[in-house]
């Protein structure tokens, strides 16, 4: 008898429990009342997320009470998941927290809203993405504005330092050449740039150099030259000179001068019996002339004569040409022969026997006495003081005369007068 008494019991009891969705007991009237997490009638629903549910008879969900989350199902108490964290906030019935937006921040736990949770922005310079719970100082190379999500890169020519609320542009001589420039850069030597946000700097112009982290190129001092970008001059070599500043390249000297120096603004003339070819660091003494040879404008004649020595275009030298002889006088004209004013001038010998004043008479009688004489008719004849001549040349010594005499007419020789 006390069996089936215990037996029944238990029937009833399970029968009881099934009735309330095995999530809960049912009494002998019917009534559930349900396990901690779940709700209903039958105790036949799990409490859903963002609430709570405690059970019990005529058991309901009840929404997470305001900063508070409730992120999973079958919560039992009011305190849910916990309290919203800080940087973000959570209205009532809250699944998950609402982050704080994009540059501004919560410091405080549990806000129910955001005016409540969001209570700081973030300054210039300054940054913070969603849920942040402080802002974030720009690196350099950036900057921000207030309340800002994000830092911004400085544009080329520009640069920034740490936490800055703006860009600064590269000053002159300076570049900066991609974006998010921590600093600007220096021109390197033989370059320079001229305006404020450089992205570049230029090349300097031939003639021109400059050291690092110039707004403009200096012009090479005279004496110097430089190719493009040179970050300083050279200097002329030897055999050259650089007269004006800003040369591009150095000139060679010309014939006749000369400059063993580096760094020469102009070039030494030749002195003396010496002489120099294009591009010369030294002056060569001049050769003699061959014995036989005469200079003249054109060629070195067999007549005996000697050459003044000046520059060696003036120098007869064997099988060459002279150039651009100098007056003559009567010392370089040997024995028996005179200095006449042609072209250039030239020795020339007169006719046996002839006095310095037939010479003189032959001047002012006119080209047929001249050819008497033994003087190219036309030829403009300076008789020179014959004291200086040598034994043969004619006239007593120290006479002291010179006659300029000026005769029209082609040239033509004695021989072919008298032809």
């Not at 024995?335 to 007169?350: A, G, I, N, Y």
Request: net charge negative; with cysteine; aromatic share 4%.
């Amino acid at each position: 008898m006390r069996f089936h008494s215990v037996f029944a019991a238990m029937t009833v009891a399970a029968l009881a429990k099934g009735d309330c969705g095995g999530h809960g007991t049912c009494d002998a009237s019917g009534v559930c009342t349900c396990d901690a997490g779940w709700y209903g009638q039958q105790c036949e629903s799990q409490c859903p997320a963002g609430h709570y549910c405690t059970g019990g008879k005529d058991a309901v969900a009840k929404p997470c009470p305001e900063g508070t989350y409730g992120s999973q199902e079958g919560l039992t108490t009011s305190a849910c998941s916990g309290p919203c964290p800080a940087g973000s906030f959570c209205p009532e019935g809250s699944l998950t927290p609402t982050s704080c937006p994009a540059g501004t921040f919560g410091s405080k736990a549990g806000a129910p809203t955001e005016d409540k949770a969001c209570t700081g922005i973030c300054d210039p310079g300054t940054f913070s993405t969603a849920g942040a719970t402080s802002c974030t100082p720009c690196e350099a190379g950036t900057f921000s504005e207030t309340r800002a999500g994000t830092c911004t890169d400085c544009k080329e020519g520009t640069w920034s330092g740490m936490q800055s609320h703006a860009c600064t542009d590269c000053v002159e001589g300076t570049f900066s050449a991609t974006p998010g420039s921590p600093s600007c850069s220096p021109c390197a030597a033989g370059t320079f740039s001229t305006s404020p946000r450089a992205t570049s700097c230029e090349s300097c112009a031939a003639g021109h150099h400059s050291s690092e982290g110039q707004s403009a190129c200096d012009p090479c001092p005279a004496g110097t030259w430089s190719d493009e970008h040179a970050a300083q001059c050279s200097p002329c070599p030897a055999g050259s000179h650089a007269a004006s500043t800003g040369s591009a390249g150095c000139t060679e000297c010309e014939a006749g001068t000369f400059m063993a120096d580096l760094g020469a603004i102009d070039c030494t003339p030749c002195e003396g019996a010496t002489y120099s070819a294009n591009g010369a660091s030294s002056c060569t003494p001049c050769p003699d002339c061959t014995d036989d040879r005469e200079c003249t404008k054109d060629s070195c004649n067999p007549a005996g004569g000697a050459c003044e020595h000046e520059y060696i275009e003036r120098c007869c030298t064997n099988e060459s040409q002279c150039q651009d002889l100098d007056p003559c006088t009567i010392d370089v004209c040997e024995p028996t022969r005179r200095c006449s004013h042609v072209v250039d001038p030239v020795c020339w010998e007169p006719d046996a026997g002839s006095s310095d004043a037939e010479l003189a008479d032959a001047g002012d009688a006119g080209p047929d006495a001249q050819i008497e004489a033994g003087i190219d008719a036309g030829a403009t004849v300076a008789v020179y003081d014959l004291g200086g001549c040598a034994s043969g040349a004619g006239g007593p010594a120290g006479a002291g005369t010179l006659a300029m005499l000026s005769l029209l007419g082609g040239w033509l020789g004695l021989a072919r007068r008298r032809g």
